[in-house]
């Protein structure tokens, strides 16, 4: 069986490349990260998403970004509130720096390891904040400097690795529609970049307000969360 | 005063290298993994190299490599003894996957956040054991990848990162005399890949062997090292 590498963090956009890539035929092999983000909560996710999904294996590797610092999601810096970050504006301070490409790189490693030349990653450039690793031209960039970096892809080229975004041109709603085909419980994932201290979604991050304008626009109901009686999307 | 990260492992490569990057006006802020690796003894030495060039911050990072295995430097593999690997050769199992491309990429966070477009790393292409990910055309590669990954060189172009190997082609020998000419202390380094029980160096591995073929061509004295009474070399 054919074996792949995917970014799982939980939410809900690598859940659906999870799915996509066992519909693929690929034994998956999930890799998530406890880098000292804010919503460690993904990671509980991450694992129900797993194993929902009958998932091969799951590794967590932890190191703490915190200690580079530079982001609402690793330092004391307030995440942004209320409203969907512009098209084409600046980058908001959720953007974690160079964290896609540290992530990839631990992938590359383990796919090096298992040999599996697929390595799978939920980056979309549609209903997403601008961040740079995620952009097409970023991801070819990387795939270059895979086949340079290991061993596996020089000697004897045994393996020539691809990093595969196979939602990177789907907007929130096709996302979701997608993996509801595919089954994937949106129930179990996690997308908030402020859990709240009694444990709910915050209903106002970036990352909340794209998940809730993809269902909406899905026509699907979030089954993680309801509106409260100010309107912000919470978890019931 | 222009910042530089620099990768700090405490072996002589990257001790010259941060010399290097001094000499060059840098304000070096450098950069250590604890990633697992059976030399763990070689933090001890960034720490020590640290201090003796008055560098400006050092920053470790943890993280465990073993736990995607593939290499006897974080896995319960036999380190390789008594020879050189031959040139063009096969990569030794020492090779640890994608372990520069890791390091450049925390390394990229770091420098990112610092506003510090210069990466330093102690690559070179003589008297190595032909790991890929030390190679030109990777370091290349990584930094195209680079000025595509992160905020600060995509919005207003504010950075444009440069990953410098000033080693790349010198010998060992080169090094050390060029180190030395630039006050290294090489006492405080530590090269060995199989600390001995006993805390001293196995003087058989190939990192040994490619630091006592550097010295005794430089026609300096290893200042860590001397010979047994079996011909190995080892800590006094």
Same sequence: chains 1, 2.
């Avoid at 993904?42 to 703490?64: C, P, R, T, Y």
Wanted: contains cysteine; proline residues 6%; glycine residues 10%.
């Amino acid at each position: 069986m054919k074996k792949a590498v995917v970014l799982l963090s939980g939410g809900l956009d690598s859940a659906t490349t999870a799915a996509i890539a066992i519909s693929q035929g690929f034994e998956v092999h999930a890799l998530s990260f406890s880098y000292g983000q804010r919503h460690l909560r993904e990671l509980e996710s991450s694992k129900a998403v797993a194993k929902s999904l009958g998932i091969h294996e799951h590794l967590v590797i932890n190191f703490d970004m915190g200690q580079i610092g530079g982001s609402a999601l690793t330092a004391p810096i307030d995440v942004p509130k209320g409203e969907r970050p512009p098209e084409g504006g600046p980058i908001p301070v959720t953007y974690v720096p160079a964290r896609n490409t540290v992530f990839l790189s631990f992938a590359l490693g383990w796919a090096e390891v298992l040999e599996a030349p697929d390595i799978f990653i939920g980056a979309n450039i549609n209903d997403y904040s601008g961040y740079p690793d995620c952009r097409p031209e970023y991801l070819e960039a990387f795939e270059q400097m895979a086949n340079l970096a290991t061993k596996a892809s020089v000697e004897g080229k045994k393996l020539h690795f691809r990093i595969n975004a196979p939602l990177l041109r789907m907007t929130k709603a096709q996302i979701i529609k997608a993996g509801a085909a595919l089954g994937v419980d949106y129930s179990l994932t996690w997308s908030c970049y402020d859990p709240q201290p009694d444990g709910r979604t915050c209903g106002r991050c970036d990352s909340c307000l794209f998940r809730a304008k993809g269902f909406e626009e899905a026509g699907i109901t979030d089954p993680l969360l309801k509106k409260n009686k100010r309107g912000f999307i919470i978890q019931p």
